[in-house]
């Protein structure tokens, strides 16, 4: 990834899909114009915490996927 912002909308589309701006500000409690911004490289630098926060988001996806796939492989 070039920049924060890219990464910021790879990780936003591969936890919420196509509509992942609106989501990630849902679920981070912050107007959708923030996550705008952010995606944009504009306004405010992306706090610590919700790298943070999607790392933890992403890595319990990941667990979660891998548990059916172990289930599936089971059955």
């Known amino acids: ?4 912002a890219e990464l910021l909308a790879a990780v936003g589309k591969a936890l919420y899909g196509a509509q992942w701006r609106s989501e ?4 981070r409690n912050v107007r959708s114009q923030v996550v705008d911004e952010w995606a944009a490289g504009k306004g405010p630098p ?4 919700v790298w943070a926060e999607l790392r933890a988001e992403l890595e319990a996806r990941r667990s979660h996927i891998v548990d ?7 059955a």
């Open 1 to 4: 990834m070039s920049d924060k």
């Open 24 to 27: 990630m500000a849902r679920s």
């Open 46 to 49: 992306i706090p610590p915490g």
């Open 68 to 74: 059916l796939l172990d289930e599936v492989r089971r």
